[in-house]
């Protein structure tokens, strides 16, 4: 059985840091890339950011760019979104995704950035 589950959401100060962290559980992780997305109060799913399998491919949204950056430890079957300078804009609830045959998501982490 497929899993993700975030960890690491929480309130922030503009300016300040979060990391997600995301374990995954039941496929060969090392095999497939991983995304982020996220969902903002009541707006569509935005994707964030993907890694490949390796790790040695990443890409970002415009709006993170510099910002961001994803990472992913294939030993512990993890995937990370290290967050940097959050603006309020980043307000949302933050899924890891797994697209295997079909797409996986995990419960999601809040974060909140506010002052």
């Known amino acids: 059985e497929v899993q993700l589950v975030e960890s690491g959401g929480g309130l922030v100060q503009p300016g300040g840091s979060l990391r997600l962290s995301c374990a995954a559980s039941?496929?060969?992780?090392?095999?497939?890339?991983m995304s982020w997305v996220r969902q903002a109060p009541g707006k569509g799913v935005e994707w964030v950011s993907i890694?490949?399998?390796?790790?040695?491919?990443?890409k970002y949204v415009d709006s993170v760019k510099g910002r961001f950056t994803i990472s992913r430890g294939n030993a512990k079957n993890m995937v990370y979104l290290q967050m940097n300078s959050l603006k309020p804009e980043d307000t949302a609830v933050y899924y890891c995704?797994?697209?295997?045959?079909?797409?996986?998501w995990g419960q999601g982490t809040q974060v909140t950035v506010s002052s």
């Open positions: 890694i490949s399998g390796s790790g040695g491919s990443t």
């Open positions: 995704n797994a697209r295997l045959t079909y797409d996986y």
């Open positions: 039941g496929f060969t992780f090392s095999t497939y890339a």
